[in-house]
């Protein structure tokens, strides 16, 4: 399994998204590789409550035969959401840091993911605003 690793070699920035991961890892996963960028599941067209944070993928996706995939820096972000629908069911949105605010990545969807974080960090060290650890 090739894995890519950040200049510090620590985090993948691979991320594999598998049927048994639980949202709180998926979330916590994502928010390691793009400290700058936030990801935020759907389930039954609502936002996540707490309480389904624990759930795994494969108990809240709306498809029968759902398959893992792999979410990579140069991947655009509309890329990243339809990987999550096409493959599992699963509605996400990606939103970018700017400063104390989240902003959905909407307008700037075409842009790769590494692209969004970079911006973000870009704001964040103009205004700085430390990046948040999500669910540590």
């Known amino acids: 399994m090739l894995r890519l690793s950040t200049s510090n070699n620590e985090t993948p920035m691979i991320l594999y998204v598998k049927p048994e991961l ?6 916590r996963k ?3 590789i793009y400290p700058f960028l936030r990801l935020e ?5 609502e936002e996540m409550s707490d309480a389904y944070h624990d759930c795994k993928l494969c108990e809240i ?3 029968k035969a759902i398959e893992s995939f792999a979410i990579m820096p ?25 400063g104390k605010t989240w902003l959905e ?6 842009w790769s993911l590494e692209r ?3 911006l973000g960090k870009e704001m964040n060290d103009f205004m700085k605003v430390e ?3 999500v669910m540590q």
């Open 22 to 27: 639980s949202a709180t890892e998926l979330i």
């Open 74 to 98: 140069e991947m655009k972000v509309s890329e990243v959401e339809n990987l999550f629908w096409e493959n599992m069911g699963i509605q996400i949105s990606i939103f970018r840091k700017s």
């Open 30 to 32: 994502f928010n390691e």
């Open 61 to 63: 996706v709306h498809k």
């Open 116 to 118: 969004q974080n970079s």
């Open 105 to 110: 990545s909407s307008f700037t969807n075409y």
């Open 41 to 45: 599941i759907y389930y039954r067209g």
């Open 131 to 133: 990046p948040q650890k």
